[in-house]
Every structure is written in C-alpha cells, then in structure tokens.
C-alpha cells in the first residue's frame, strides 16, 4: 500500500500532533515545512533569515523558497516509498509546484482536518504561552486564519475534485481524533 499523503487544515486544528501520530501508525516519515522553518530560523540559515519575517507575520514564506525546500526534502531516501506532508502545499500554484516535483508517483489522499475557528484561535493562544512563539499573537493568529481562508481553502476543491479528499472533524480527544483519521484513510487506501 503507498501513502503519499497531505494533511491540510487551519492553523490550531492539530495537524502537527496528527500528523506525527499517522506517520508513527503507516511508518513514513511526517514532514511539516513549519517546523522546517522553525529549525532554521533558530539556526539563524539563510533559509531561516529569508523567512522569518514572513513567519513572524502570519503570512506564507513565499513559493520559490518554500517549493525548493520541498523538493530538496522529497528526494531524501526515507520518502522514497510514502510520506505525510504536513502544512504543504498551502497555495494553488504548490500544488501545480508538488503535481511536477511528484511526477508519476501522485498523491494517494489528502486528508483536511476540521476545526471550529473560535476553538483553534483559542488553543493557539494557549499554545503561545506554554511554546512561547513569535506568531502566535492574538492579531498574527487571525491574520493567519484569514491567508489560510484567502490562500489555501481554495485547494480543498482541487483535491476534492481529483478524488482524493478525506474530511475529518479535528475536535475531541487526540486520540479520538487520531483514531478518526487512520479509520477514514484505512478506508481510502484500501479502496
Ligand atoms: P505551520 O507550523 O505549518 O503553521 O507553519 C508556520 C509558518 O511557516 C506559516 O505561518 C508560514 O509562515 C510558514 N509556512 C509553513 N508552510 C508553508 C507553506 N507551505 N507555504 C508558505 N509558508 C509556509
């Protein structure tokens, strides 16, 4: 069975979390461009330097950046045979960028997870306090709900129209939640 998948969803919706327990369940790697960034902005790279500011904002790094990451990543050996990408493609133009870097070996499923919007801004300002993150201010989060609404919901009917779309309510439990999701790409997979 081949999963090369992608979680999508707004900011707080708990993709990060899933995303690392579907990775451990279907044994690819989860690869989240947040964190790649946020390793690189620590690190002070010139990676980390280009896209700090956009981060620290609430808006997305910009595509060629974000897409050469990507790509560079894809081509590591461990996602030769599947992997999870957590927070990419986020614009319609990486989506048409991921089509090309994927070639033949197309995506398998894409799985949105859902999310009450009063709830997440809610938890992501809970998250800023115990991670202590620079975007995660009151008026940086809502400015990255907006780009998500703006930028990247559009993708949710790009998938959806391919057939690859799997919805999944991303409230309760973690574990209900991790439960929901590998139950509804069991079934997708498995078609
Ligand atoms: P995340 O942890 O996935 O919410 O990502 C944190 C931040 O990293 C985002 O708010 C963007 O600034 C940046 N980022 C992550 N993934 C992407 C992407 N695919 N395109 C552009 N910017 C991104």
Do not use: C, W
């Not at 993709?15 to 451990?24: F, L």
């Not at 994927?102 to 919007?117: C, N, P, R, S």
């Not at 780009?147 to 559009?154: F, S």
């Amino acid at each position: 069975m081949s999963s090369r998948l992608v979680l999508v969803g707004p900011p707080g919706a708990g993709k990060g979390t899933q995303a690392v327990r579907i990775s451990e369940a279907l044994n690819i790697p989860a690869i989240s461009t947040g964190d790649i960034f946020r390793h690189n902005v620590k690190e002070q790279t010139e990676l980390g330097k280009r896209a700090q500011r956009y981060m620290d904002s609430g808006e997305y790094v910009p595509d060629d950046i974000t897409n050469a990451m990507v790509a560079d990543r894809l081509q590591a050996d461990d996602a030769a045979a599947g992997f999870l990408l957590d927070g990419y493609p986020r614009t319609l133009a990486q989506v048409d960028e991921l089509d090309s870097m994927l070639g033949d070996a197309k995506l398998d499923a894409v799985v949105e997870i859902t999310a009450d919007v009063e709830e997440v801004v809610a938890r992501l300002l809970n998250r800023a306090q115990e991670q202590n993150r620079s975007d995660d201010s009151e008026p940086v989060i809502r400015r990255r709900m907006a780009v998500y609404a703006e930028q990247t919901e559009p993708l949710v009917d790009v998938y959806r129209e391919r057939g690859l779309l799997i919805q999944v309510d991303g409230m309760g439990q973690i574990e209900e939640v991790t439960a929901r999701l590998l139950e509804a790409l069991k079934q997708k997979l498995g078609e």
